[in-house]
């Protein structure tokens, strides 16, 4: 799954940052909260071998009909009866292939059979079960046009993960129980319908108007993956070798879907050399609906893509699918054709997508954008441990989709960076190989993978994977370096500290990790490894002249924070001459410490010299965050660079300047510039320095339309910063039924960043939080009430998450209660403080008064 926390879901990624990381102040909170479970796979009481599903739909009435032939093989003896999850269905019979009728009970989630006679160890059986499904609310999707939105598509879509698919069809819904399946799916003959496997037949029956088509998967793969798609739609096909690889997209959007999904034969090849093993699957599809819950999900052979991700030449300035689309093919062999056994184990799935669409980006943009990347990936697991630590692999959540969160994708993706660097490359990818040939068609976990680093290598991991994954944190180092010179000047000793400075607690050990040290000299670079294993090591190296620069892994291959002490000198020359991207970039957050003129004049030409965007969007940073007027001048001087990510970089920046200087730099650009993004960022900036006729010049921006409104959302975060009482009917419009849901989610966000006093935001927030809402304005809604942080609000969050049935949802919902409540009572704390400070001083006053007094009496007397 490319979940929510992806950056390729811009908006929503947007407001689940905003709702997890705001207000940290508070420290870092338990993952594990009062009352969490402990979770276990669920016991298997029969191997399900091949699932078929015959469905027709009554799509206006958002209503299918459905028939479930399961087959599967008793795994003991005296098996009496079979249970399937089946939830928020109708069961109309139960039987066997030949008709005969079967007793069934279906309470709750649960449908259990009684089987004709009972079965023995290995015997084979199958039923039959007659199922109807009327306006689902999870597993089963119905987009259709309606009096707010008519020019809504038509579509049906399915979306299983987490546990979400016995929704829709009655399964055994976890993913440590794998079959083939086959689908045969009639529809309107207008509509296509797409689902895993090969497309076996296709009939047309012109006197119904139906086609009926039939679909079959000969991999077992669990029944999360089972997918169906149904809407209009045009093809186009490409291939790798003899594999097709098409893609799928609503009529008029083709050249969108040739620039979002056009690389991906490239992908497979990729891949499928790089590790040794070719594709699994007989055919590769993407399909783009509408309003899907998430980025995009990797049912096998047959991908669900959002239409969010099409887009315009414009916004491919700066905006690429590529991510969304390596991510899921990747999720082909990890997640599909190897799944994790039960969630707890979820990184093998998560972890590695990730980082296989990182390491695609290398290959087709460079190393320098891999570079960055990962950079990107450390920084936003670094803003998560910020809430909350945990270790990546753990058993203690309440739902699922509660760990499908930053540890899980970004640091799991970090994990194996940091893998490759322990075993090499050549290694490395002689046990993903092995790893995959093993296990193919399997269910792993941790264990399996490290087994097979101990069969390629004989090496011992143990220590490692019990530090990175089944531990929790990571090492935050301060590093030191000086030159000792000899008294006759010959040469001298370098000397390096590393100390590790993180709170060693819980699951939070001191780390051992080996760490590459560079010195380089006027014609070479001298490396040496040192192997960290204590809280403060000291370490010397006689060279016999003093090195140009020092750099403390210069590939970045260690996941660490750095308080990097080095002369200024030598950081000066590693901003503008290292050769790795991010060596530069560390330079430039080192000199922050001291800006001086110098300092800022540096950075300032570094910008422009900058041939690579990341690093100038982190000198930009910088600049923004040292807040001089010189510095302020090199962002406005830098507004000009070409790259729009750089560009965006300076216009988000300038925003930390509050004054009439920076409004009047970054007017041109939020009335226009030719990125998207750059335009967005620039309105939101010029509402942050709160100047004269600002909102005036915002609020122009609201009749442009945009890549996934994008330019729009710039502007109510603009109003929401300048808090003004004029940008209230605005924001309140844009909430309404008929906008943009992702304008209403933007606009509901800023309601509650500016409602404070304001009883028409909190009103219109609590109507729009409702589980019928739009997915979207609901995480917009629930971000709003965040920001609100209004008591009276809680007992509808509870409620909301009490009667939503999104996972996700939820946890946001009751997050959001809890953390308002603590708010709330941090905030009586403090008064309380206050008021004992202010009694306090006032008899302290009264005390003076009196020592006063008496001293006035004797002085008189």
Not at 112 to 140: C, F, M, N, Q, W
């Amino acid at each position: 799954m490319t979940c929510f926390y992806s950056r390729h879901d811009q908006l929503l990624n947007s407001c689940l940052s905003e709702l997890s990381f705001s207000h940290q102040e508070d420290g870092r909170e338990p993952f594990e909260l009062p009352g969490t479970p402990t979770q276990y796979a669920p016991d298997r009481q029969v191997d399900v071998t091949h699932i078929k599903l015959t469905l027709s739909f009554e799509i206006e009435k958002k209503t299918m009909h459905g028939s479930c032939e399961t087959h599967f093989t008793a795994i003991r003896d005296n098996l009496k009866q079979l249970k399937l999850d089946a939830a928020e269905m109708e069961i109309l019979n139960v039987a066997t292939p030949d008709g005969d009728l079967l007793q069934f009970e279906h309470t709750g989630t649960k449908l259990t059979i009684t089987l004709p006679a009972s079965l023995g160890k290995d015997e084979e059986s199958t039923v039959v079960v007659d199922y109807k499904v009327v306006e689902p609310r999870l597993g089963l999707y119905f987009v259709l046009p309606d009096e707010d939105y008519p020019d809504k598509p038509v579509q049906v879509w399915t979306q299983g993960q987490d546990e979400d698919s016995k929704y829709w069809y009655p399964c055994f819904d976890y993913p440590n129980e794998k079959a083939t399946s086959e689908i045969i799916a009639t529809v309107d003959e207008k509509y296509f319908a797409l689902s895993n496997g090969v497309l076996v037949e296709t009939a047309h029956d012109e006197s119904e108007g139906t086609k009926t088509y039939h679909w079959y998967h000969d991999v077992p793969h669990v029944s999360y993956l089972i997918s169906l798609v149904v809407g209009e739609y045009v093809e186009k096909t490409d291939y790798y070798k003899d594999i097709p690889i098409s893609y799928y997209v609503a009529p008029g959007r083709e050249a969108e879907g040739e620039r979002s999904f056009g690389k991906t034969p490239d992908m497979v090849k990729f891949f499928s050399e790089k590790l040794d093993f070719l594709y699994p699957y007989k055919k590769y599809a993407q399909i783009a609906v509408e309003d899907f819950v998430f980025g995009g999900m990797e049912n096998t052979t047959a991908t669900t893509q959002t239409t969010m991700t099409l887009h315009d030449v414009r916004a491919h300035r700066d905006y690429e699918s590529e991510p969304l689309v390596a991510h899921e093919l990747a999720h082909q062999w990890f997640g599909d054709l190897l799944t994790c056994k039960d969630w707890s184990h979820a990184w093998l799935n998560e972890g590695f997508a990730t980082y296989f669409e990182a390491l695609y980006r290398e290959h087709d943009l460079g190393e320098d954008e891999f570079r960055y990347e990962m950079h990107q990936n450390a920084q936003r697991y670094f803003q998560e441990d910020g809430k909350y630590r945990r270790p990546i692999v753990t058993n203690k959540y309440r739902e699922p989709i509660d760990i499908f969160d930053r540890h899980l994708y970004e640091k799991g993706s970090l994990v194996l960076h940091m893998l490759r660097n322990e075993l090499g490359d050549e290694t490395f990818w002689s046990v993903m190989h092995d790893y995959l040939e093993t296990h193919q068609g399997q269910n792993v976990e941790t264990i399996d993978l490290i087994r097979a680093i101990e069969k390629i290598t004989g090496r011992n991991m143990k220590q490692f994977f019990d530090h990175w994954v089944f531990g929790a944190g990571f090492p935050e180092l301060k590093v030191s370096y000086t030159w000792e010179a000899d008294e006759n000047g010959d040469g001298g000793n370098a000397k390096v500290t590393i100390k590790q400075t993180q709170e060693v607690k819980d699951k939070t050990p001191i780390f051992h990790f080996p760490v590459e040290l560079a010195f380089v000299f006027e014609n070479e670079q001298k490396s040496k490894t040192v192997q960290v294993t204590e809280k403060e090591q000291v370490v010397y190296y006689r060279f016999d002249q003093k090195p140009a620069q020092f750099y403390f892994d210069p590939k970045n291959w260690i996941l660490k924070k750095v308080d990097y002490e080095v002369p200024q000198d030598l950081l000066l020359k590693q901003l503008t001459d290292a050769g790795d991207v991010m060596m530069r970039a560390q330079a430039a957050h080192a000199l922050k410490k001291n800006p001086s003129a110098k300092v800022v004049d540096a950075l300032g030409k570094a910008l422009w010299a900058e041939k690579f965007w990341g690093v100038q969007a982190e000198i930009a940073k910088v600049l923004g965050e040292i807040k001089t007027e010189r510095a302020q001048q090199k962002l406005i001087d830098a507004l000009k660079v070409e790259h729009s990510k750089a560009r965006r970089a300076v216009v988000e920046s300038l925003g930390n300047y509050h004054n009439e200087t920076a409004a009047e730099a970054l007017k041109p650009y939020a009335e226009r510039d030719a990125s998207y993004f750059v335009e967005s960022a620039a309105n939101t900036s010029l509402g942050k320095t709160r100047t004269e006729n600002a909102f005036e010049i915002v609020k122009k921006s609201l009749e442009k339309e945009s890549f996934n409104e994008v330019i729009r959302s710039g502007v109510f975060s603009a109003f929401a910063e300048l808090d003004s009482d004029d940008a209230m009917p605005h924001l309140m419009e844009f909430t309404e039924d008929g906008k943009s849901p992702l304008a209403r989610a933007a606009a509901a966000t800023a309601l509650g960043k500016m409602g404070e006093a304001r009883k028409e935001a909190k009103r219109q927030l609590l109507d729009l939080l409702t589980p019928d809402e739009h997915f979207r304005v609901k995480i917009g809604v629930v971000t709003g009430l965040r920001h609100l942080n209004d008591a009276s609000t809680v007992p509808a969050l509870k409620q909301f998450a009490e009667l939503e049935p999104n996972g996700m949802l939820m946890r946001l919902a009751n997050d959001t209660a809890r953390r308002i409540q603590k708010s709330q009572k941090q905030s009586k704390a403090v008064k309380e403080l206050r008021d004992e400070v202010e009694k306090l001083r006032s008899e302290r006053m009264d005390l003076v008064s009196r020592l006063e007094k008496m001293e006035s009496q004797i002085n008189g007397k």
